[in-house]
């Protein structure tokens, strides 16, 4: 189905924080020309923790689970989202592209994503602390 | 869930301690419906509720889901998951046949043209 009127930009893209560079470099001066873009949608994501994992939120309403991917490259957690809108005459697709670098050592084997009523919830477990070991004393 | 506001809020407006947000919509028109989707994320069917009233559409939907206490915010740019939108849907809707369907976070609205609305073919004799 295609869109006609977009009336009511206002939830995801008047975030021109970068949240990409949040933790490395200050926002870009001037928002990325992508954007502007009609088609390339860019969700809110929070980030969140607890002692046992990071948890991070994406509102990406409309889009089917099959849809939407999750890759982890060493620190940085990486969201994409790609759909096809068929309509009569043409075709066009709406996508999205987002990644979260995390602040601290992370498990990657044990991450956990689901999707529900549009958020997409991902949680990442912390590697375990660098735990004090106690060493015996030998005579 | 009742109200009795009778102006559509242009921001968010704090009623009963919930901030409502006006959620992003997108309108489609074919020859016999009026499309309308909304995107609530987070909001699932039992949360939310869709009244036909005055040549009105009124949706407010609040997610029940708390952040659990001991999570720390390290970055937020999502709002309250509490929508609410107003829509003026004119003469020309069959207001008995709107139907709605919620899927992964989108209400899609259709509103059937009234038969009086749509449009016509004249016989030429």
Not at chain 1, 53 to 59: D, G, L, Q, R, T
Not at chain 1, 82 to 95: A, T
Not at chain 1, 99 to 122: C, H, Q, R, W
Not at chain 2, 69 to 80: M, Y
Request: charged share 30%; hydrophobic share 35%.
């Amino acid at each position: 189905m295609k869109y006609l009127t977009r009336r009511q930009p206002t939830n995801g893209r008047q975030l021109w924080g970068d949240f990409d560079s949040f933790f490395n470099a200050p926002p870009p001066f001037l928002p990325s020309f992508f954007d502007w873009n009609n088609d390339v949608y860019r969700p809110a994501i929070d980030l969140f923790e607890d002692e046992a994992s990071y948890i991070v939120h994406a509102e990406v309403p409309g889009f089917d689970r099959k849809e939407i991917t999750v890759e982890l490259e060493k620190d940085r957690l990486i969201l994409k989202g790609l759909r096809k809108l068929n309509d009569d005459d043409e075709s066009s697709e709406v996508s999205f592209h987002r990644s979260v670098t995390l602040p601290d050592a992370i498990k990657s084997d044990k991450v956990n994503a689901k999707y529900e009523n549009g958020v997409l919830t991902v949680t990442i477990p912390k590697a375990e602390a660098l735990k004090p070991v106690q060493i015996e004393v030998k005579s | 869930m009742n109200t009795t506001m009778t102006c559509q809020p242009k921001e968010a407006t704090t009623e009963n301690t919930i901030t409502y947000s006006q959620p992003r919509y997108y309108v489609d028109q074919s020859m016999d419906d009026t499309l309308v989707q909304i995107e609530l994320p987070g909001v699932s069917k039992d949360e939310l509720n869709l009244t036909v009233e005055n040549k009105e559409i009124l949706v407010e939907g609040s997610a029940s889901y708390k952040l659990p206490e001991n999570w720390k915010v390290l970055h937020r740019e999502s709002k309250a998951r509490a929508y609410r939108l107003r829509l003026r849907i004119g003469d020309q809707v069959d207001q008995a046949a709107i139907k709605a369907q919620l899927s992964d976070g989108v209400l899609t609205v259709t509103l059937p043209k009234a038969e009086a609305a749509k449009p016509q073919k004249v016989k030429i004799t």
